[in-house]
């Protein structure tokens, strides 16, 4: 069976060139579980792997799509069966495993999730990977005992997937929601997702050199890394957690100790790819549920097809210039 898949080549010149192509179901890797798939949607990695990252995909010809929402087309796992919906999220899915740019997937079953029946497929995938990070971090921040009545959370970049999820999630949780911004036009789109206030990114980029800062904020969802990041830690209050996700800013963190011995500020890594299946579970019914922000979703959510994928949206997301989700409808 023939299906239409995005198809990253690299040049003898070592470039990277896009196209959309034929490909066959036997060429698909090893696994229990076959999926016709219906949506994917556009990560920050997704444009890396397509653009020829080495660290994030190793060989080429590829096709990238760490996200993918659809329907099991054939199944060997007795926890599938022909017909459900399903979804699948990180693990290797869309960096060295064909991805969800392509109509058909084949994975191990340890890596699907069925769909929740809360959302469709296409809110699936307007929350993916984004959006399961930013609820990976609130439930990880409520683990140390975060709450609404300690004060308000700080969100950086969060006009991008990732933000725009956490305002959203963190506002329905019950939340104060400061979102940080470099795009001045945002502020409507920001208090739709529910944030009180919006700041520009200057405001939490100290460069005062002090190793503390007057407490302005219970917590934090970073999206940026670097100078950032610290500013965050040091201008936390007593107690509160500061979740990283993220590096578009930079990889380093260059700041003291003092947030965490004098103030008790907690630092909380966020890599979900790879995270056990009860803790993904978890997160979904949360999601599903007490975080349920679904009638958020059509502001963050922008469908495009795979070749305006391939034309536009890589690029786009590259550049900064991606406001919300994008999702990708495989079949149009």
């Not at 969802?221 to 500013?231: E, F, S």
Request: one cysteine or more.
């Amino acid at each position: 069976m023939k299906f239409k898949a995005l198809w990253i080549t690299e040049t003898a010149e070592g470039k990277f060139e896009r196209s959309i192509i034929e490909r066959s179901i036997d060429d698909l890797p090893a696994g229990e579980v076959l999926i016709r798939v219906k949506y994917s949607s556009l990560n920050y990695k997704d444009a890396l792997s397509a653009t020829g990252n080495k660290g994030i995909t190793k060989k080429f010809p590829h096709t990238p799509g760490i996200d993918a929402a659809g329907v099991v087309e054939l199944s060997r796992s007795e926890h599938f069966g022909t017909g459900d919906e399903v979804i699948v999220t990180g693990y290797d899915l869309g960096m060295n495993t064909s991805g969800g740019y392509g109509q058909f997937i084949r994975v191990p079953a340890s890596w699907v999730v069925k769909k929740p029946e809360a959302f469709t497929l296409k809110e699936c995938m307007t929350i993916g990977t984004a959006g399961f990070t930013a609820a990976t971090a609130l439930h990880k921040m409520e683990l140390l005992g975060q709450n609404p009545e300690q004060g308000p959370i700080v969100v950086t970049g969060s006009t991008g997937g990732v933000g725009s999820l956490a305002v959203a999630i963190l506002s329905t949780a019950g939340y104060e929601v400061i979102a940080v911004s470099g795009k001045q036009n945002a502020w409507e789109y920001l208090q739709h997702l529910g944030a009180s206030r919006m700041e520009n990114r200057e405001w939490v980029n100290d460069q005062s050199g002090k190793a503390l800062l007057k407490p302005q904020w219970s917590g934090a969802i970073d999206t940026v890394g670097g100078n950032t990041l610290v500013t965050l830690l040091k201008g936390c209050k007593l107690e509160g957690a500061v979740a990283c996700t993220g590096l578009v800013g930079s990889p380093k963190l260059e700041g003291t100790v003092y947030p965490f011995i004098l103030n008790g500020v907690s630092l909380i890594g966020v890599g979900s790819a790879e995270m056990p299946m009860s803790t993904k579970l978890k997160i979904w019914d949360k999601l599903s549920g007490q975080w349920n922000c679904r009638e958020k979703m059509n502001a963050i959510a922008k469908e495009v097809s795979l070749e305006e994928l391939k034309n536009t949206y890589i690029d786009t997301i590259l550049k900064g210039n991606v406001m919300g989700r994008i999702v990708v409808n495989v079949e149009a």
